[in-house]
């Protein structure tokens, strides 16, 4: 996809849309972002197997469930002693953010109808930071597939070494091995926190799952977390309600007085 064809008049410049950037940029970035985050696949691997999963097992989750926040969410909280049920509903509603970006990319990518389905399995955190960050759908295409195609060989190939060695690596809780998903998911986030209401939502989701870290069993605080944005939004459209009203009500004062 990331072909160096080369513009007339252009002096030999990797190919790129007009007012975009170059092929060789979009695929420097999505590679940096592909084999940085397709390396914690190795603390998955070691976490997942330190918790009581079979090898099969845990290479499944990464072959075929392919979202690192909620494989480490599941894990976490089978190795905790929580409800496989709940452990997996945890799981499943921090995956649901997915089709979310899906619903964008799917727009922004244009895909052709048999890719899309094959495409869904790298919808991702890390493949829509990047497809959003370019400026033309070429590079946008490149920078999606580049980075799926990288994230998902080193994200499985490191969970299978992982996996093998958490043995040799002895006690998993001792190296904090199960912070890298998260370290790595908060690092993405972060940065798309531009608003006040994302913030909110943010700081409280994080509020509410530790405060009730200790109360409930493992994999449902995650789940009470998502309440965050319906208070959120609910906060918000008091307060701008209140706002509204308070500025009729000068207007009006202001009618009478002339």
Not at 45 to 51: D, F, N
Not at 117 to 135: C, H, R, S, Y
């Amino acid at each position: 996809m990331a072909s160096a064809d080369v513009r007339a008049g252009t002096g030999g410049a990797p190919h790129s849309d007009a007012g975009g950037k170059p092929d060789s940029a979009v695929v420097r970035d999505a590679l940096g972002v592909g084999v940085a985050v397709g390396l914690s696949g190795f603390a998955f691997g070691v976490t997942s197997a330190g918790g009581g999963l079979t090898l099969p097992q845990t290479c499944a989750l990464s072959l075929l469930v392919f979202t690192g926040a909620s494989q480490f969410a599941l894990v976490g909280a089978l190795a905790a002693g929580g409800n496989p049920l709940t452990a997996a509903a945890g799981a499943f509603f921090l995956g649901v953010r997915n089709t979310f970006y899906g619903l964008r990319l799917s727009q922004l990518l244009a895909l052709p109808r048999a890719v899309r389905p094959f495409a869904a399995q790298w919808v991702i955190d890390e493949t829509t930071a990047v497809t959003l960050a370019q400026p033309t759908r070429r590079a946008a295409r490149i920078g999606f597939t580049v980075t799926g195609l990288t994230l998902y060989v080193l994200w499985n190939l490191t969970t299978l070494l992982g996996a093998l060695g958490a043995k040799a690596i002895g006690d998993t809780d001792a190296w904090g091995l199960d912070a890298a998903g998260p370290a790595v998911f908060l690092a993405l986030l972060a940065p798309m926190l531009r608003t006040t209401i994302e913030r909110a939502v943010a700081a409280l989701a994080v509020l509410l799952g530790l405060g009730l870290l200790p109360v409930l069993p493992a994999g449902v605080p995650v789940l009470a977390a998502a309440l965050a944005a319906p208070i959120a939004l609910y906060v918000a459209g008091r307060r701008q309600g209140g706002t509204r009203r308070q500025a009729g009500t000068r207007d009006n004062a202001q009618e009478e007085d002339r």
